[in-house]
């Protein structure tokens, strides 16, 4: 109970585990259809998202090459994806192909813009995060 001047009011704090998803690849993270959890209470809760190809940080940008390169560039284009890019910019989700183009690079750039992070379209450390944690970019 809460008093406010000569009123008093009940307080109810909700507390709710994080899930982690973490569908194998591109395919699975579309057919799992929501990627928020509901904790037994009812709340709906964020989730910390994966498509399944990377788990890491290492610095990605343009240019990469190499099968380590090419997975952690499809986690990007997949995690874009998983957010509203597509809708609210009018255009077509990213192929997931592992080739860090230039519309990978404006993806990138504008999810960084939208999280409110420097928008160099490099994806390190702070990009990783709002990739996996920020779905409403």
Not at 43 to 58: E, F, K, L, R, W
Not at 78 to 103: E, H, M
Not at 122 to 134: A, E, P, S
């Amino acid at each position: 109970m809460i008093k406010l001047g000569k009123h008093t009011a009940a307080v109810t704090v909700l507390v709710a585990a994080t899930a982690v998803l973490a569908p194998v690849g591109a395919a699975s993270a579309a057919a799992t259809g929501s990627h928020e959890t509901i904790a037994p209470a009812g709340v709906v809760t964020p989730a910390s998202y994966s498509c399944g190809y990377y788990s890491g940080t290492v610095t990605t940008k343009a240019g990469q090459t190499g099968t380590a390169a090419q997975q952690r560039i499809k986690e990007v284009q997949c995690l874009i994806n998983l957010g509203y890019y597509s809708w609210s910019t009018g255009r077509p989700k990213l192929a997931v192909d592992g080739s860090f183009g230039q519309k990978t690079y404006d993806a990138v750039v504008w999810y960084q813009e939208c999280s409110g992070i420097l928008d160099d379209g490099i994806v390190g450390v702070n990009t990783w995060y709002q990739l996996r944690n920020n779905r409403y970019c």
